[in-house]
């Protein structure tokens, strides 16, 4: 069942998504070569805390940090760790979940570090342009299939692919809610979009193949099947009478 939002939740989601994106400021001036995973997520996770808010991916399904930080060939759910150093030329994505009295927000980001090269500048040019494009459908979209199409089409159009096993998400009372926002499909599809629906949605998308593996070891990572690189944007809307507005 969807749980559609008041004005009232909307604004109290809204205040959680502010505290995910002032965090992005602060990260934008540490990712660097030579800073380990681990510190990001402790920083994330501070920061976080110091809103009186709670990191929502800590403990959710038994994951053990902050937040997801993925380079280069991994698409979603790398754990942070000391022993993963980020070194010029990485791509990598931050996904960050925070409850804020009672309320969820959900983003992500993929950061270059040092100088990207020139094909992987065009990754994640492609996944923002998805992202944003979407969130531009969703203003006149009548299904969540209009939506997923519209990413579908940017992430094909320019030569890539979109992971088909991870989606997007209802959020707001809970940090995954229905209904499903998948990254590719139909038009006219899927549940209809009202006022009041409030969605995550982030497109995952590779370089090569769509194909994913789950790391054998840690049971989260999720990798692309050929090892080459994948990137990933999401934000928190809310659907309104007159358009859309961006919570994180
Ligand atoms: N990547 C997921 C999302 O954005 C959230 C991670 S769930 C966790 O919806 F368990 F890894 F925390
Ligand atoms: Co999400």
Sequence with gaps: ???????????????AGQIINLVFEILKGKIRPEIDTLSLDNLIEDFIRSHNARPAFK???????ASCISVNDE????IPSRDKVLKDGDIVGIDIGVELG????????T?????????????????????MNAINKAKTAKYIGDISYTIQRTVEKAGFSVVRDFIGHGVGFEIHEPPSVPNYGRPGTGERIRPGLVIAIEPMVNAGTWEVDIDREDKWTVRTKDRKKSAHYEHT?????KGVIILT
Excluded: C, W
């Design 237 to 241: 809307i809310a659907i309104l009478e």
């Design 75 to 78: 698409v979603v759910h790398g």
């Design 102 to 109: 009672g309320y969820y927000a959900d983003a992500a980001y």
């Design 1 to 15: 069942m969807v749980r559609l939002k008041s004005p009232e939740d909307i604004e109290k989601i809204r205040q």
């Design 59 to 65: 403990g959710y399904r038994g994951y053990p940090a």
């Design 111 to 131: 950061f270059g570090v040092g100088s990207v090269a020139e094909e992987d500048k065009r990754l994640m040019e492609a996944t923002y342009n998805a992202l």
